[in-house]
């Protein structure tokens, strides 16, 4: 069974712009979260969604968005980019009833 | 709020001694508990878990012990080898209908041969 998918795995923006990023989790699972990881801050929770609907949402600015498909494939968008958006997105996935989270390898975003 | 307090923040032991990992959480509706390991440049990967009805958890070298009355969990790892280097996140979640885990700062371990 494949798991899960992040797309792309990095990318370097200049402030001011905005970017997507894309995860498709394991095939069966409905929840996708998203979490910044940064140094010394660990990994914050972003957004979390649930048969296309947001189930719950992190202490993020709104320039942070995301969306969940029909097929659970979920993708997340920052707007007017900051230097402070530079970090490692991370997306996990998990079944109905089941508690395991599992993690993409991330999407490393630069900011400069 | 909702918070993971993690302690210590980086920790280095000698090969074949033992590494304790301690957290506390806030969220009294917190009811599953888990451990993730990533190592440099790679995802984070669950190593052990505890619901909250459970004291204890043990598998092979690693053990995760809970006190719901104090908020506090921890893991411990025995016979500490080279390969055990990473950084370990603890993480609470309560279980009623979110996936949302609120995690610790992370813990740096250093296992020195």
């Known amino acids: 069974k494949a798991g899960v998918t992040q797309t792309p795995r990095y990318l370097i923006k200049t402030r001011g712009q905005q970017v997507t990023l894309s995860c498709s989790p394991i095939?069966?699972?409905?929840?996708v979260s998203w979490y910044q990881q940064t140094p010394g801050q660990g990994l914050q929770f972003l957004f979390e969604?649930?048969?296309?609907?947001?189930?719950n949402k992190g202490n993020f600015p709104g320039r942070f968005s995301g969306r969940q498909f029909s097929n659970s494939r979920s993708e997340m968008n920052v707007s007017t980019l900051e230097l402070g958006d530079s970090a490692l997105y991370l997306c996990?996935?998990?079944?109905?009833?089941?508690?395991?989270?599992?993690f993409g390898q991330g999407t490393r975003l630069t900011v400069v | 709020g909702e918070n993971v307090e993690q302690h210590p923040s980086t920790l280095s032991v000698q090969e074949g001694d033992s590494a304790v990992i301690k957290c506390t959480y806030s969220d009294s509706a917190s009811n599953y508990f888990p451990w993730y390991k990533q190592e440099l440049g790679k995802r984070p990967q669950l190593i052990i878990d505890i619901r909250s009805n459970v004291g204890e958890k043990k598998d092979q070298r690693i053990a995760v012990t809970l006190n719901k009355t104090a908020k506090h969990f921890s893991l411990h790892i025995t016979e500490t080898q080279p390969e055990d280097s990473a950084v370990y996140f603890c993480?609470?979640?309560?279980?009623?209908?979110?996936?949302?885990?609120?995690f610790g700062t992370g813990t740096r371990l250093k296992v020195l041969a």
């Open positions: 996990a996935s998990s079944s109905f009833g089941d508690t395991e989270a599992f």
């Open positions: 095939s069966g699972h409905r929840s």
């Open positions: 969604y649930f048969s296309e609907t947001q189930r």
């Open positions: 993480a609470a979640r309560s279980t009623s209908g979110t996936y949302k885990y609120i």
